[in-house]
């Protein structure tokens, strides 16, 4: 069974961080482009970062560029947010998401919540 597990949401105060997390199980992780999206209240679910299979290369959207950082650790078929600098409007739900783009494969996780409020 393919599954998607992220950790690590909470409420932090504007200017804290949080490190997500998201354990793959099911599937051959390492095979698989990785993706953070998040969703605010009514509004759509965004892009904010990717990181290749290998994990040599990464990117983050411009909203986030210089305060959140992708990695992922292949032997422990997790991939990873760390998120500096928190501020309101970073509040949503954040989503693992997994891409095998040979087989036009993908997998979601059920989402974590994060708040930024002081």
């Known amino acids: 069974q393919v599954q998607l597990v992220e950790s690590g949401g909470g409420l932090v105060q504007p200017g804290g961080s949080l490190r997500l997390s998201c354990v793959g199980s099911?599937?051959?992780?390492?095979?698989?482009?990785m993706r953070w999206y998040r969703q605010a209240p009514g509004k759509e679910r965004e892009l904010v970062a990717s990181?290749?299979?290998?994990?040599?290369?990464?990117s983050v959207e411009d909203s986030v560029k210089g305060r959140f950082t992708i990695s992922r650790d292949n032997a422990k078929s997790t991939v990873f947010l760390q998120m500096d600098n928190l501020q309101p409007e970073d509040t949503a739900t954040y989503y693992c998401?997994?891409?095998?783009?040979?087989?036009?494969?993908?997998?979601w996780g059920q989402g974590t919540q994060v708040t930024v409020s002081s």
């Open positions: 998401h997994a891409y095998y783009t040979l087989l036009s494969r993908e997998h």
């Open positions: 099911g599937f051959t992780f390492s095979l698989y482009r």
């Open positions: 990181i290749t299979a290998s994990g040599a290369g990464t």
